[in-house]
């Protein structure tokens, strides 16, 4: 019972935060998670020398309002950005690398959660003819991603993936 009460407890520590603006004719968006685990997350690519995966996916939608609620929100755009984390042990860095292969190295962990939890200043277009636009997001974390042949890890039970519930704001 304690431990079912524990993860519970773990599960509602996590949420994801999402910061909407205008500019223009486009919504500034800023997306983090809020992962209460963090030290559990540098040991593991620091001392076991694993890497984590997080998918970010914001949508811009329209609201509209209909008698049918499932009818309400047209998604009209959406934008996914992946990234991982790990620690190189041979330059002595911690590493945010997206799926482009960009880099970004970070001598102290502070450096690296920010990196890797936040996606900031995302940039979506809206089109002038939305009348309601809203920006919603979702994050999607592996604390520890497998590499083959340990994906066969994943055929015996949950691989300890998070999925957000989708956040959702209006744009003012």
């Known amino acids: 019972m304690l431990v079912g009460l524990a993860l519970a407890q773990g599960l509602m520590a996590q949420n994801v935060e999402l910061a909407v603006s205008r500019d223009g004719g486009q919504a500034v968006v ?3 998670l809020a992962w209460p685990d963090t030290a559990g997350l540098l040991s593991s690519l620091k001392e076991d020398l694993l890497e984590s995966r997080i998918s970010f996916s ?19 755009k959406e934008i996914v950005l992946s990234r991982s984390a790990f620690y190189d042990f041979l330059r002595g860095v911690y590493v945010v690398e997206n799926d482009s292969g960009e880099e970004v190295l970070c001598d102290h962990p502070e450096d690296l959660l920010d990196a890797f939890f936040s996606w ?18 979702r994050v999607q974390f592996d604390p520890v ?4 042949p340990l994906t066969i ?8 993936t998070y999925t ?3 956040v959702q704001r209006r744009l003012p």
């Open 58 to 76: 914001v949508r811009l939608l329209e609201n509209r309002r209909t008698l049918l609620p499932f009818l309400g929100d047209t998604v009209v």
């Open 164 to 166: 957000s519930p989708w």
């Open 120 to 137: 900031r200043g995302i940039h979506v277009e809206i089109d002038r003819s939305l009348s309601q636009p809203s920006v919603a997001a």
């Open 153 to 160: 890890v994943s055929l015996a039970g949950p691989t300890g």
């Open 145 to 148: 991603k497998l590499m083959p």
């Open 30 to 32: 800023d997306v983090r």
